[in-house]
């Protein structure tokens, strides 16, 4: 099975308030991970990742964090706006038998935006 | 900056039929990668190229899936035969040689009737 898994499949929120997206992993070897939203019809598109020497990374208006002791990750978008409504995917970037990395994606959580 | 450029966007095929799908990459990416995203999950790695090689497609179904990447550059992925199962959006994705970030196409959709 996968070893990236996400808690909740939807979450709706008020515009301006803040959005918790979590993620769980089962790999304590995993060490590279990387959020990504995807808008119907588009392709992923990167947000923000993190390495496992890191507890926490800061982006523009983004905010992931790792807690290694339990396999989890969360993203946290402040002041959400309608634009971020979307699908967000953690995804694990491991390297593999190939000695090459490669990404394992979970399943997904919806964000709706409520205006 | 182009993106990564897909085509078609859109396909509907019977089951049994055969399908191919063309990515171009974004310039001077050299690793191209293709997806399978089935509706409602997280897309799946398909095959990876660096230039023209495989560097790994452990993860396709080689009895009906091929992929090539001739002149290291351009990609097609093809489906022959197809099943129905085999409904989804077929992404593709690029990154420079060795870089983390991948840029992904807006996809295929493919739904076999």
């Known amino acids: 099975g996968e070893s990236v898994g996400l808690h909740l499949p939807t979450l709706s929120v008020q515009e301006g308030d803040n959005s918790i997206i979590n993620c769980a992993y089962s790999?304590?070897?995993?060490?590279?991970f990387i959020w990504y939203k995807q808008e119907s019809g588009k392709g992923p598109q990167f947000i923000i990742d993190?390495?496992?020497?890191?507890d926490k990374r800061q982006g523009q208006r983004v905010t992931v964090l790792l807690n290694k002791t339990v396999k989890h990750l969360s993203l946290q978008i402040a002041a959400t706006q309608p634009g971020d409504s979307a699908v967000y995917f953690c995804?694990?970037?491991?390297?593999?038998?190939?000695?090459?990395?490669?990404?394992?994606f979970g399943s997904g959580t919806r964000l709706q935006v409520q205006p | 900056e182009a993106g990564v450029a897909q085509s078609p966007r859109y396909k509907i095929i019977e089951k049994r039929q055969s399908v191919a799908f063309w990515c171009n990459p974004i310039?001077?990416?050299?690793?191209l990668y293709w997806y399978q995203q089935i509706l409602g999950q997280g897309p799946k790695l398909l095959i990876q190229?660096?230039?023209?090689?495989?560097?790994?497609d452990s993860q396709l179904p080689k009895d009906r899936f091929s992929a090539e990447r001739l002149k290291g550059v351009d990609s097609t992925l093809k489906i022959q035969p197809a099943k129905l199962e085999d409904s989804a959006v077929y992404l593709c994705?690029?990154?420079?040689?060795?870089?983390?970030?991948?840029?992904f196409g807006p996809g295929t959709r493919l739904t076999v009737l």
């Open positions: 994705a690029s990154s420079f040689q060795g870089a983390d970030e991948q840029f």
């Open positions: 790999n304590s070897a995993s060490d590279y």
């Open positions: 993190i390495r496992s020497n890191m």
């Open positions: 995804a694990e970037n491991m390297r593999r038998d190939t000695g090459r990395r490669a990404l394992t």
């Open positions: 310039s001077g990416h050299a690793t």
């Open positions: 190229f660096q230039n023209n090689g495989v560097v790994d």
